[in-house]
């Protein structure tokens, strides 16, 4: 079993947590309900600096390099869409407003040599920004007609595509250098969308979704067609989706409110309570997925072997998991932990035959 220690906690409930290179040390960057963004030393297990989230509850939370700075990029129920410097701690410019109601999802890209966010609000719209000039790109992206709560961001030949995931039953894919109208427009089953995620299969970019009614479908983001049958198995709604690379194959991961974790190869990974939080990444030789659960526990499995390496026993619910390369495990829960595996994960070496 990995070893865990409580590094740090927020005042209330973290929502989003991920890990990123700062320098020459590994951190978390959490976002709480209590309205802060905090970063973490992993290796030192102790907090490095809280930067101010805005003026309500942060919900959204994706990290990148901007120049030769490492930045946070966040959304809030104060409506607004924020950039901070890791190092520093300070904002960066002003804060991007131009939602109507709290920003539920923010993921970022490039375009055209810039780097931009997209989000996704309470509104149903979608809306690009260039975090450079502060300034939005383009028009609000218009098609959802209900909450907008997952946005993934990918390359797909020569276009930046933004995949938008919503209340309204329905995924859009967006070129973001054409802003007419979503290349591709998704309608699914009967309930929300709670989880995007995008990879590559046989060199097509593809989109993986999870919805309120169970289903879990793969869709070709070029033609919108279905990839394959759709993945069967979850009895609930489906809250989380995740994609890896095992050889030359894309690997879809997904959890749900029938308390199982959905992987390619062996039987669903059982929890006692709904599925919150996934992370898929390639830890040495191996696809390692990390799933958290309400019942708090959190679940380590090796991709390819279709085996269990760990599980970690917690005693609250978790709402956010995050997995790096060198096997580093980052949990947030209800109680505002952080928990990490400082040791890292040691994955088992498979031998031959």
Known sequence: MPAHLTIGR?????????????????VAVSA?????????????????????GGTGSVYALAVTGLGDRTVAV???????????????????????????????????????????AVSGGEDGLVRVWDLVSGRAVGV??????????TVVVAAVGARTIAVTGSKDRSVR?????????????????????????????????????????????????????????????????????????????AVAVSGGSDRTVRVPLGAP???????????????????????GSDDGTVRVSDLAGGVTIATVELDVPVSAVALATS?????????GHLRVDLAGLTVPRREPG
């Not at 609000?140 to 709560?149: I, K, N, R, S, T």
């Open 140 to 149: 609000p992206l218009e098609g959802h007609f209900a909450p907008v709560y």
């Open 74 to 116: 966040t959304g809030s129920t104060d409506r607004s869409v924020r950039v901070w410097d890791l190092v520093s701690g300070r904002a960066v410019g002003v804060p991007l407003q131009g939602h109507g109601g709290p920003v539920w999802a923010v993921a970022t890209g490039e375009l055209g040599g810039r780097l931009v």
């Open 10 to 26: 927020h005042l209330e409930w973290v929502n989003a947590v991920a890990v990123t290179g700062l320098g020459d040390r590994l």
């Open 269 to 291: 990974r059982r929890h006692a309570d709904p599925v919150r939080a996934l992370a898929v990444a390639a830890v040495g030789e191996r696809l390692v997925a990390v799933s």
């Open 327 to 335: 096997g580093a495990i980052v949990v947030a829960h209800d109680r």
């Open 173 to 249: 894919a967006w070129d973001l250098a054409d802003q007419d109208g979503p290349v591709v427009s998704l309608r699914l089953g009967a309930g929300r969308v709670d989880a995007v995620a995008v990879g590559t299969v046989a060199g097509r970019a593809v989109a993986v979704t999870g919805a309120e009614d169970g289903s879990v479908l793969m869709w070709d983001l070029t033609s919108g067609a279905p990839v394959g049958p759709a993945l069967v198995g979850h009895v609930g709604g489906v809250r989380a989706v995740a994609v890896g690379s095992a050889g030359d194959r």
């Open 32 to 52: 709480g309900e209590d309205g802060s963004v905090r970063v973490w030393d992993l290796a030192a297990g102790q907090l490095l600096r809280s930067l101010g």
